[in-house]
């Protein structure tokens, strides 16, 4: 029976763009898969207790590499994207092999990341003379100018990006999957609650957690590269550093990270709830739709922290089996074992 | 050889030094002894700064009462931040703490955006500069210098000297052993959360002499604020201290030789890779 639900879940989501839905629909409903697609990969390694608050950073090394790349030497972002990526993965690996080897957690692990976040937007805006600094950049427009272009990745009908990024959201769906029914979720559930012991079990702590965040940070560099070509405009403030970084985590806790539909619902939230905020007080109070955004999120951390896709979750499953004992209920995101430092 | 502009970057920093400093007081406080990140502390800082601009520029109150009101106001928030969103939580993943202090960043900046709108605001005042043999020093800063050396002298006597004093740092040392003891572990974090409320509101007010205000303005400081109180090592205030002026003096001697992002680059990865080093800060003596 799931397994139909999800299909016909699917036949809708391809059938919506062939339906002619309105520009601004279309255009909402790409950000979402984007959005989700970014949150999953987010919560790959954020429900381990691997909080990062960087994920930022990778948005903008994955983007603004395949951006220079095209703009200065016309290479084609089909090779752009691959090095991005490969730039995304180095910067994790500078940070996460060292970090995890030095059992840096928590907190701790948080803020380093949070540094990293700031690293690359600062860098791209010193870098203003190719990137534009804190103006932001445009992606050149191919030439001779045309309206599908694949060498460019630059389309004028929004049907194409709503596949790719449909395409890449199922992609991380089923790398989600992939790891949620691996051997390495079970040693990342034990060493999130217990790095010396689950490492005295053989398990190899820095592997297992290197591995997912490289993971994690290839697909939120992906992600990144579909926000920059779908809007064809960079900016270092959008892709990088403490805010859209904080952003992402909110989004994924939101809609539930435990889960492996709850970032998109958590991007379709957050962007509905803001755009339905946005349209309904116009021009007013600016920064009222925001600033019930915040409060919302803060409430929800402390009464939902497994998100809506989790409370629904639980609450479904203590329905369906009222007599069994509900359900384990590791209610709270995992903690990153004790921090360290009081010592 | 002897570089003049080189001096006046190195005493600018100094002086730079002493803001950060004063920043990063109250953070580290409230870190040592609640052990709690407010990802929002620069946003406690905003508000202070609003509440000068709303008394002095809007209903025209003078500085010197104006002033105290931005400590009073942030201390009023401190309270209610540990109040309303730190204690419900406070004994679920320390990193809860820190992402629930991350929505009350958004809601802030939210907040002070549909209040007072996105526009830069300043309380039209203009300290002078100050002039020695063609070495320029900003009052402001050398100001903010004095006051955060002031600020570290009274937060000691505050830690060392008074009752309550003692009870923080006793909290701060073993919290579970102290409630056993009879100390109410409650009332203690409900009074450092406001003294360090209070010291975002001293920071406040030097800040809005040298800065104007506007809904982000806790974004510019705020990352470096946490990287010093982690580099001093957290809750350790001489060590933040001293980091404060650490990285003031690579920001300022940074932005003297190439430019001030990548000082601020530079100061960023050192930051990375001391945790690496000494995660538990580089002034930590192991015990």
């Given at each position: 029976m799931k397994r139909w639900l999800q299909l016909a879940g699917l036949a809708v989501l391809v059938a919506v763009p062939l339906l002619h839905p309105p520009l601004y629909f279309l255009?909402?409903?790409?950000?979402?898969?984007?959005?989700?697609?970014?949150?999953?990969?987010?919560?790959?390694?954020?429900?381990?207790?691997?909080?990062?608050?960087?994920?930022?950073?990778?948005?903008?090394?994955?983007?603004?590499?395949v951006a220079l790349l095209w703009n200065l030497y016309g290479l084609t972002p089909w090779l752009g994207i691959p090095i991005g990526i490969a730039l995304s993965l180095l910067l994790a690996l500078a940070i996460g092999l060292p970090a995890f080897r030095f059992r840096v957690v928590g907190h701790y692990f948080a803020l380093i990341t949070l540094a990293l976040g700031e690293v690359v937007r600062l860098s791209i805006i010193a870098a203003r003379d190719v990137t534009g600094g804190s103006l932001g950049m445009t992606p050149n427009r191919v030439q001779p100018p045309t309206d599908v272009s694949w060498y460019a990745l630059q389309f004028a009908d929004k049907k194409y990006f709503y596949f790719i990024a449909l395409g890449c959201w199922l992609f991380s769906l089923w790398v989600w999957q992939r790891i949620d029914r691996s051997m390495s979720r079970a040693a990342l559930e034990a060493i999130s609650e217990d790095e010396v012991?689950?490492?005295?079990?053989?398990?190899?702590?820095?592997?297992?957690?290197?591995?997912?965040?490289?993971?994690?940070?290839?697909?939120?560099?992906?992600?990144?590269?579909?926000?920059?070509?779908?809007?064809?405009?960079?900016?270092?403030?959008?892709?990088?550093?403490?805010?859209?970084?904080?952003e992402i985590v909110f989004a994924a806790i939101v809609g539930g990270m435990y889960s492996a539909p709850g970032p998109i619902i958590g991007a379709l939230l957050t962007i509905g709830f803001r755009e339905g905020l946005r349209t309904y007080f116009g021009v007013h109070l600016i920064g009222m739709a925001e600033t019930i955004y915040g409060l919302l999120l803060i409430v929800f951390i402390i009464f939902m922290p497994r998100g809506i896709y989790g409370a629904i979750e639980t609450l479904l499953r203590r329905r369906a089996a009222p007599s069994a004992r509900p359900p384990a209920a590791p209610t709270a995101p995992r903690p990153g074992p004790a921090t360290p430092g009081h010592g | 050889m002897f570089d003049f502009f080189l001096l006046e970057a190195v005493i600018n920093g100094l002086l730079f030094g002493g803001v950060l400093a004063l920043l990063s007081l109250g953070l580290n406080l409230v870190f040592g002894v609640v052990d709690v990140v407010w990802i929002a502390y620069s946003e406690v800082v905003m508000v202070g700064m609003y509440v000068i601009y709303t008394l002095h520029v809007m209903l025209g109150w003078p500085l010197v009462f104006a002033a105290p009101m931005a400590l009073v106001g942030s201390g009023i928030v401190g309270v209610l931040v540990h109040r309303l969103i730190i204690e419900p939580i406070l004994d679920t993943p320390p990193i809860n703490q820190l992402l629930a202090t991350g929505g009350l960043l958004f809601f802030l900046q939210s907040l002070a955006t549909l209040i007072y709108g996105s526009q830069f605001r300043n309380i039209g005042l203009s300290l002078p500069t100050l002039e020695f043999h063609e070495l320029y020093i900003s009052f402001a800063r050398l100001l903010a210098f004095g006051v955060a050396v002031l600020g570290m002298a009274g937060l000691y006597l505050f830690l060392s000297r008074t009752y309550v004093g003692t009870a923080i740092r006793a909290v701060a040392q073993d919290r579970q052993v102290m409630g056993l003891m009879g100390v109410d572990t409650r009332t203690v974090y409900l009074i450092t959360s406001a003294v360090g409320g209070a010291l975002a509101g001293l920071a406040a007010v030097l800040l809005v002499l040298q800065q104007d205000v506007h809904p982000f303005i806790g974004l510019t400081f705020g990352p470096i604020t946490f990287m010093i109180c982690v580099l001093g090592g957290l809750g350790n205030l001489l060590g933040g201290f001293v980091a404060a002026f650490v990285i003031s003096q690579v920001i300022s001697i940074g932005s003297f030789y190439v430019s001030t992002e990548l000082s601020y680059v530079i100061a960023f990865v050192l930051f990375i890779v001391a945790m690496f080093i000494r995660p538990e800060g580089l002034f930590h003596r192991r015990s």
């Open positions: 255009h909402l409903a790409i950000l979402v898969l984007i959005w989700g697609m970014i949150g999953t990969a987010w919560s790959c390694m954020g429900r381990f207790g691997l909080v990062s608050l960087g994920h930022g950073g990778f948005l903008g090394a994955g983007i603004y590499t012991a689950a490492a005295s079990l053989g398990i190899h702590v820095t592997r297992q957690k290197l591995r997912v965040t490289l993971i994690s940070a290839a697909l939120t560099s992906v992600g990144g590269m579909l926000l920059g070509l779908y809007n064809q405009y960079l900016n270092p403030e959008s892709l990088a550093g403490i805010g859209i970084s904080l | -």
